[in-house]
């Protein structure tokens, strides 16, 4: 029903920059939250960053400063500019919303594939 299609990971040095974006497809309605995660090897899923329809921003601390997230509804994407990347942000990052489709009375979490960050020291 809904598709969530990441880009933008590679490989990067450490001070570097990358760009993510997720592009959500299918049959929506609407999309409230949306967010970034990352998962580093033997390490549990975090949040990294997420914002709501009308905008607000919310950054786990050991980001803040350094990633922007952002957002265009007229497009049904959420992207996050990552700057001042260290090893440390090494992951697969996963993009997340919660989506209103045709059909139904409430939203429901949808995830994409992931998509693979390494940065090197």
């Known amino acids: 029903q809904v598709q969530l299609v990441e880009s933008g990971g590679g490989l990067v040095q450490a001070g570097g920059s990358l760009r993510l974006a997720c592009a959500a497809s299918g049959s929506i309605v609407s999309i409230n939250g949306m967010g970034w995660y990352r998962q580093a090897p033997g390490k549990q899923r975090e949040l990294v960053a997420q914002?709501?329809?009308?905008?607000?921003?919310n950054y786990t601390d050991s980001v803040k400063g350094r990633f922007t997230i952002s957002r265009d509804n007229a497009k049904n994407t959420v992207y996050l500019q990552m700057d001042s990347l260290k090893a440390e942000d090494t992951a697969v990052y996963y993009c997340?919303?919660?989506?209103?489709?045709?059909?139904?009375?409430?939203?429901?979490?949808?995830w994409g594939q992931g998509t693979q960050v390494t940065v090197s020291s």
């Open positions: 997340n919303a919660e989506v209103l489709t045709f059909g139904r009375w409430s939203f429901t979490p949808y």
């Open positions: 914002i709501t329809i009308i905008g607000s921003t």
